[in-house]
Each structure stands twice: as structure tokens, then as C-alpha cells.
């Protein structure tokens, strides 16, 4: 009975593995991209057993590829750069199509055609790639590091670049369940970083640089950090389970060159212009004014551990905000003599002598103590000046304050990815990104909320093995 049982167990875990092999080339290309074609000769006909060599030309790392019978050949799970395909066979020149641009998530088509003669002659293509998609009938496009870098960004948040695809458009307002594609609901839309699927499932929407249903987005993705993204309006039965577009966003990875980015943006409130809503006077006689300050600033750096094989990418991001809110009310005054509705010290007395038990709190809070004395440390007029200002034309009974509530952001980013190129037929990579602790002396207001992204990617050639392991 036992013997039964496992010999059962073990031919659900055979097929279990069986079905999970067979169907690994319909995984979506997720972070990645493919470079696929054929190998013909010079009449058209098919070369089975050509040697493809796929190189990328900034990290120095190839995959070797065998044309089947058809002479067709195929390379999946490449990461998004610049790529040299070069295709070889017995009794034929070697031809070379470089400075093939592949983007994430999209495949590119390159057909070599080999000429009789030497192989150790080489015919170098440098022909341009079809801007018309002939692979798949996908609707879509990439914003490029170019764009992505140079374009003015408020908030240096690359969700606001969705705007520039045709069909996404951002409700009035803009914030949280706000982006649109084709009409549907925002929920509808997917994001994809780095081949994780970065999504709450409360809500539906992005944890990566979108705003959650308490306090701000879970984790902060530096713009300098992305290599490129790519939005398909109408993806491919691959992606499956929602309706809307497909966001894939591919993060920059360490090269055999030495390379690095520094950046640093800030706005004050100089040379701005009066808030019609502050009334309050300053001490040298000057209108009170909205504050703002707003400070971003970052840096990156990436490249080689070792030559050829292992590659490390490290950025950080930090953000100092503090924006000013006018407002205006009326405070009742510190002052014996108005009266119990105008003084709060007449207030105070007034409910002791009729027996009234007061509060700490309500005592606190009015910048009195136990004997309705005035208490200093807890009035709206011992907060900083630059806030809180007496209007002159308060009158004596009460005071007129025009408020500029300060709201005060600060978080730190960070995030680190090793690539392992483990041989000519698998890769793995690394990728945690989380919230710093702030600076001493620096505690963040709005709430932030921890999110690491943690990915262990392993691809294998020919057959796209992809594990993924988000925490």
C-alpha cells in the first residue's frame, strides 16, 4: 500500500514536471527581451545546423545558438541593450549584423543570408531594423533612456511619463486610481519591474511609485535606476489575467564599463508670489508667504565584479519636502478680561467655579494648567513665527491667525543588482531595493511604508526557465 502510494506520488510529480518543461517557451518575455530568425543561403534556402552566436556588446557576454531544421533559431530572456548576431556555417562567409537595439519586452527578427566562401570571411550588415513590429501584433512603444532621462519631470516619477502612450490618459487631478488605458478601469493596468509583478492585490494598483491606501507609495523607484520601460495597450494571451495595458519596466545593470550618474533638484519659495490667503505680517514689516522647499537628489554607479561574468548596479534617491498650507481662523485670546466666550483663561475660570472637571488634555491643548494660568511650550504662538502670524487687524477681544501648516516629507531609497552570467546558457540576477532608515536628527512625517523587492531571476537557454521570488 505504501509502495502504491509513492509510486503515485512520484508520477504526479514526473508529469507535474513534464507539463511545466513543455510549456516554459509560452512564459511571457516579462523584463526581458528575444532575438529570433533564420539562416539561408544565398537562394533562400533553409541552413540547418548554422552556428548563431548572440553577443551583448556591453557586458561582453554571448549565447551560442544551433539553427534547427527549418534554420531558425531563437534567443529568449535577453536583457534589454545593444547585440551583435553573428551566424557561421562550413563552406560559407560569416555574417554579422551589428548594433541590433533590443528593447524590453520586444522581440526583434534578424535573418542572416551566408555567401559561399571562407569562413574566415566576414560580411558585416549594418541595415537598420523595420520600424514597422513584424513579429506580433502588438500595440505599443518604449520610452528610451533618452527620453526618460532629459524630458522636465515633476517628481522625478516615471509614472507620469505613462502620459506620452497613445491611449493612457490621467483623470482631472491626477493621485491615486487615476491612470486610464483605452477607457478602462486603472485597476485594469499590470506592472511589471524586472520581471516581478509589482502589484497590491487590494487595490489593483502599482506598489512601486504609486500612492497606497495609507501614507505614500510603498517603495520609491529612482528614476535613474530605469533602463527603459515599455507599454503594450493591447498585450499579448501571455500576460494573461487583466484587460488593461501591460507596464514593463527594466532596471539598469552593471557593464564591463565604469559608469555612474549624480543628480540634484530643489525649489524654494524666493521668488515666488504671495498667497492671497495669508494675511500675516512678518516681523521686518514683509507679507507672509506660502513656504515650500522641495530637495531631491541621487546618485549611481555600476560595473563590472568580474570581466565578462558578474556585474553590480547601486543607486540611491533621497527627498526633503516641506510645502506650507495657508489657512486662516480665528483664535480666542490668552487674555483675562474678553469675557468666556472670547478668553480662554476666562473660559477656564469660569468652568471651575460651576464645578467642572477639566481635562489635562483640554488643559494642554489651551496652553493653561491646572489653575487656568497661561503655560508656555503649547500655544499656537510658541510654534515657529514663519507658520503661525497675528493678523493686524485682529481685534482685541480675539486673534486672527494666518496659518502656513508646513507638511514635512523625507525618505531615503535604495537599491543594488548583481548580474551572474553563469555560462553562455543561464543567467541569474539579484534585485532588493528598500526604504532607508532616515538621517539622524531627520524622522519623516508622512508615513512610508517598507516594501522590499526581492528577485532571484534564472533563465535558461534553449527553453526560457524564468524563477521568481518576490518578498
Request: hydrophobic share 35%.
Amino acid at each position: 500500500m505504501k509502495d502504491a502510494s509513492l509510486r503515485s506520488s512520484l508520477k504526479f510529480v514526473l508529469l507535474f514536471v513534464a507539463l511545466l518543461f513543455g510549456s516554459l517557451q509560452m512564459f511571457s518575455q516579462a523584463n526581458t527581451g528575444r532575438i529570433l530568425g533564420s539562416v539561408t543561403d544565398q537562394t533562400g534556402g533553409a541552413i540547418s545546423g548554422a552556428t548563431v552566436t548572440v553577443t551583448d556588446t556591453e557586458r561582453g557576454t554571448s549565447r551560442t545558438l544551433t539553427t534547427d531544421e527549418a534554420g531558425a533559431y531563437d534567443a529568449p530572456s535577453l536583457i534589454p541593450g545593444n547585440y551583435t548576431v553573428r551566424g557561421e556555417y562550413k563552406g560559407f562567409k560569416s555574417t554579422e549584423r551589428q548594433n541590433v537595439v533590443l528593447e524590453v519586452g520586444k522581440e526583434d527578427r534578424i535573418d542572416l543570408e551566408l555567401q559561399p566562401g571562407e569562413q574566415t570571411e566576414k560580411v558585416t550588415v549594418t541595415e537598420a531594423l523595420p520600424l514597422v513590429e513584424t513579429t506580433n501584433a502588438v500595440l505599443g512603444g518604449t520610452l528610451q533612456p533618452g527620453t526618460i532621462e532629459d524630458l522636465p519631470l515633476n517628481g522625478r516619477n516615471f509614472m507620469k511619463l505613462l502620459d506620452l502612450r497613445p491611449g493612457v490618459t490621467t483623470y482631472i487631478g491626477g493621485g491615486a486610481w487615476t491612470q486610464s488605458t483605452n477607457g478602462l478601469r486603472p485597476e485594469h493596468n499590470v506592472y511589471i519591474l524586472d520581471g516581478i509583478t509589482g502589484m497590491e492585490p487590494l487595490g489593483g494598483q502599482s506598489t512601486i511609485n504609486s500612492v497606497s491606501l495609507a501614507g505614500d507609495a510603498a517603495s520609491l523607484l529612482p528614476i535613474d535606476t530605469i533602463q527603459e520601460f515599455n507599454v503594450q495597450q493591447n498585450p499579448k494571451a501571455e500576460f494573461g489575467w487583466k484587460p488593461g495595458a501591460i507596464t514593463n519596466i527594466a532596471l539598469k545593470s552593471g557593464t564591463n564599463a565604469w559608469h555612474g550618474t549624480a543628480n540634484a533638484f530643489g525649489r524654494t519659495d524666493q521668488l515666488d508670489a504671495r498667497n492671497p490667503f495669508l494675511t500675516g505680517i512678518n516681523a521686518d514689516g514683509s507679507t507672509q508667504k506660502q513656504r515650500i522647499g522641495l530637495e531631491e537628489f541621487g546618485a549611481t554607479f555600476g560595473g563590472p565584479v568580474k570581466k565578462d561574468k558578474i556585474f553590480f548596479f547601486l543607486a540611491y534617491e533621497g527627498q526633503r519636502y516641506n510645502v506650507g498650507n495657508p489657512n486662516a481662523f480665528t483664535f480666542p485670546s490668552l487674555t483675562a478680561g474678553a469675557g468666556a466666550k472670547n478668553s480662554l483663561v476666562d473660559a477656564c475660570l469660569a468652568d471651575k467655579a460651576a464645578g467642572t472637571a477639566l481635562s489635562a488634555t483640554s488643559l494642554t491643548v489651551s496652553g493653561l494648567d491646572a489653575n487656568c494660568a497661561r503655560t508656555t511650550g503649547y500655544s499656537i504662538f510658541d510654534l515657529s513665527p514663519t507658520s503661525f502670524l497675528r493678523d493686524s487687524t485682529s481685534p482685541a477681544t480675539s486673534v486672527n491667525v494666518s496659518a502656513s501648516l508646513d507638511t514635512n516629507y523625507s525618505v531615503d531609497d535604495g537599491l543594488a543588482k548583481v548580474d551572474f552570467q553563469l555560462n553562455n546558457k543561464n543567467t541569474a540576477k539579484q534585485v532588493p531595493s528598500w526604504p532607508l532608515p532616515p538621517a539622524p536628527g531627520v524622522a519623516p512625517v508622512a508615513p512610508v511604508h517598507p516594501a522590499p523587492i526581492c528577485g532571484v531571476l534564472v533563465y535558461s537557454n534553449p527553453r526560457s526557465l524564468s524563477a521568481r521570488f518576490p518578498t
